[in-house]
């Protein structure tokens, strides 16, 4: 099985169990507000990798799946509080209108706190011997010093030229945080060790920088049929971006340098690590 | 020492360790909006109840200390959030201006946020025995079966007279969810077993509706310098609340009987529960 073909199979798993969440006890206007932005496409990728770390590292993937679910409950609550009219005040999000557009600011706040909490919730119901662990690492990069810390840098030097360092900090914090969650954490379910752990974080974290200079790249030269949304958006509106720092083509050497690291992290005995490897690969040609 | 000097005592304890969270790794920007909310005063009532509950089931208060906090950050991320624009739309808490007024409403949404996830980051750092348990009972009252179960009905039936049963919902999940889990939670750290965890549950959903009901009571009837607010806001604003429902007569017998029935419910040989129970009859009489 190819790549593509293996990342097809994982996305699939994620998407019917993030269907089958029940949300119980939740009221209806509040499930479908959360369901809306939850179900709402996307590449799946940060579930995906909860799935493929877990089995690299000889675990179940039946342990994973709640911590598939929980990093995509994650990722779109982020999505949702980023769209918000005080926030980047988008009013769409692949295609459909953002969540606070179809049912009022006041409810999209609580659905993103309903995802986020929900993702807690569904990884405190795990019982496999590493949760614990994986939950620790979740609620790291999903909190003050991982991806708020990349929003609260964005928001608060918008309009600003960062240099590359401080865009390399909020790209970790943005991106990268929650690529690297997802890797460790289906590393620990699967019981692996401290060092597996931090070769996961080492591959996580330049799979993550590399994933946001190609998205920032794409931007700039992809082609909008294929990406389904309007391209050029970045310069338009100065935001900050890794080629807006140090031009296209050193991006793309940048990205390329990455991927290369992250694949060299993985070469460690203790793990299965192909798929992560062709998948870095894939991410840096990705054209969506 | 009577209950009063007690949670005076506990009270110090939970603001000496807010006071003491480092919110590593945060922006400036951010750390500083969540410690505006955080620490802006109030009773402390839930995470005294953490540390009351852990110290009644013979734990050790050090385990519990990092779930007192936690469950305060929770209760701060959660006023952050109702009182924006496109929620309450309030512009003073404690006599200070709201988060959104002094930080932006775009720092406040992530305020809340990050002081949500670093509750979860906090209880995932401690490696007490009944630690799991203690955050999955936190999770799922912060979560979309409890308070934001409650917040939810709140907003959507804003403006319409709900019945008994439905008022009943709405107070148990906006403010009894989060009374209960830090007694389940101290309970649970304390390695109680699952009869001391339902016995928690009784007591901590009883003592939620009967706070609520004196909140009620006390907007209708109380001594406005001793509240340090204005009265008489909720009739003003057609809140949903118990006396609006039943009558102020019939809320105090139903206070009443809650706090019977919390006290009850704490008359276990496991326990040491005078505090517990002597702090059900404080809350049922306190004027402020």
């Known amino acids: 099985m190819n790549v593509k073909q293996q990342l097809s199979l994982y996305k699939t798993m ?38 493929a770390a877990c089995e690299a590292a000889g675990g179940n993937i039946s342990d994973a799946l709640p911590f598939a679910c929980a990093v995509e409950m994650i990722h779109a ?17 692949r295609g459909k209108p953002t969540n606070h557009i179809v049912f009022g600011e006041g409810m ?9 909490s929900h993702a807690f919730e569904v ?22 010093s991982g991806m708020l810390a990349g929003q609260t840098l964005d928001i608060t030097l918008e309009g600003t030229q960062p240099d590359r360092d401080t865009v390399r900090q909020i790209h970790l ?9 997802p890797v460790i954490a289906g590393f620990a379910l699967a019981g692996a060790d401290e ?17 946001q200079i190609v998205d920032d790249l794409l931007d700039l030269e992809g082609d909008a049929a294929l990406m389904g949304k309007t391209l050029g958006k970045d310069v338009q509106e100065g935001k900050i971006t890794w080629p807006a720092c140090v031009g296209a083509q050193q991006a793309k050497q940048d990205a390329a340098a ?31």
């Open 195 to 211: 060092d597996t752990l931090a070769a996961g974080r080492v591959y996580g974290e330049n799979l993550g920088l590399a994933f």
């Open 258 to 288: 990455c991927i290369e690291k992250a694949k060299a992290a993985l070469n460690i005995p203790a793990l299965h690590s192909a798929f992560l490897q062709e998948l870095a690969e894939y991410t840096l040609h990705r054209v969506q």
């Open 14 to 51: 994620v998407e019917q169990a993030l269907e089958a969440l029940p949300f119980e006890g939740a009221p209806d206007r509040l499930k479908e507000a959360m369901r809306y932005s939850l179900l709402n496409g996307g590449k799946r990728l940060r579930g995906c990798l909860v799935l």
């Open 123 to 144: 990884m405190a119901a795990c019982r496999a011997p590493g949760a614990f662990t994986a939950l620790s690492m979740m609620a790291k990069a999903a909190g003050v």
């Open 108 to 116: 999209a706040i609580l659905a993103g706190d309903g995802l986020l």
């Open 77 to 93: 609550y982020s999505l949702i509080h980023d769209d918000l009219p005080s926030m980047d005040n988008d009013t769409l999000r």
């Open 173 to 181: 914090g943005k991106t990268a945080a929650l690529l690297t969650a």
